[in-house]
C-alpha cells in the first residue's frame, strides 16, 4: 500500500510540474476545441477509453527507466440541451456540452477516481464557434472554444462557475494541447475505434514549452472523424520533462520522466443526461 501511495504522489508531482510550465507559457486560454469539432444531435454521447502512463527516467540504474503502472481513464462527451443566449452583442444558439473525465485504477469493473480523479465540465458554448477544420474563414487557428457560461466539479467538490471566456480542457483535464498547427499525416484511414466501421483522417501536433531549467515537449496524433459524434475518433499524446542547470547549455536538457496518453472511442449513444447540477 506504501508503494503504491508513493508512485500515486509522485505522478501527480509530476504532472502538476506539467501544467505549471505549461499554463505560465500559455496563459488564460488552453485547447478545448481538440476533442468538440463538430455537434452532433442533442442528446448524443460518446465515450473513450484508454490508458494514462507514466514512466521516470533513471540514466543511474541498470534498467534506465522506472515505470509506474498505467491508469485507465475515460472521457465522456455529451451534448445535454440547447439554449438561446447572448453571445457577442446577439441573441445565439447555444449548447450545453458535458465532459467528463474518470482516471484512475480500475476497481470491481469501474474506476475508482480517488479524491481528486474526477472532473466534469458543463459549458454553454456557441453552435457558430464549433467548426471541423484547424483554422476559420480568416485562416486563423481554432483554437480554443468560447463560453457564454459554464461550471467544473473536481473530486467530490461542490460544482464551481468557469470565469475563463474559454473552454479549458488542457492540461488539467485532457491532455491534448493547444497547437498553432497540425499537420496532416493521412487522410481517409481507419482510426480502429470500438464503434465499428469510421474513416478519420489523422493529424500530428506538437509544442515546446522551455525554461532556463527544464524543458517540456509534448507531441498528439488525433483523429478526426465526421462518423463519430464530436468530430474526433482516437487521440493520443506524450510528454516529456528534460532538465539541466540554469547556467548550462541548452544540450544539457536530459530527459527525467514522460507520460504518454491513449483515447480510443469505445461507445456512443442517444440518451445522453447531464450529471453535474448548476450551483
Known sequence: MACHLERVCFMWRFLTMIIAGIACQLGSIASGQGVVCQLPE??????????????????ETAAGKVAIDPWNEHVTIKS????????RGEE?????????????RVRDGKIDTGLTGLEIYKVLIPETAVIKDNVDAEG????????????????RTEPKLLTEPALQLYPLGILVGY??????????????????????????GDITIERPN????????????????FGVARWTAKLVRET?????????FKPVSEVTIEMVAQETGDDAK????EP
Open 179 to 204: 497547437y498553432r498547427e497540425l499537420e496532416l499525416v493521412e487522410d481517409d484511414v481507419d482510426p480502429q475505434v470500438g464503434l465499428g466501421a469510421v474513416k478519420a483522417s489523422q493529424w500530428k
Open 140 to 155: 486563423v487557428p481554432v483554437s480554443f472554444l468560447p463560453l457564454v457560461k459554464g461550471y467544473r466539479k473536481v473530486g
Open 244 to 252: 539541466k542547470d540554469d547556467q548550462s547549455p541548452r544540450d544539457d
Open 92 to 104: 445565439t444558439a447555444c449548447r450545453w456540452i458535458e465532459i467528463k473525465i474518470e482516471r484512475g
Open 214 to 229: 527544464s524543458r517540456t515537449v509534448q507531441e498528439s496524433t488525433i483523429w478526426k472523424s465526421a462518423d463519430v459524434a
Open 80 to 87: 445535454v440541451g440547447k439554449e438561446t443566449a447572448e453571445y
Open 42 to 59: 442533442d442528446g448524443t454521447w460518446v465515450r473513450y477509453e484508454g490508458t494514462y502512463a507514466q514512466v521516470e527516467i533513471r540514466p
Open 274 to 277: 447531464s450529471e453535474l447540477t
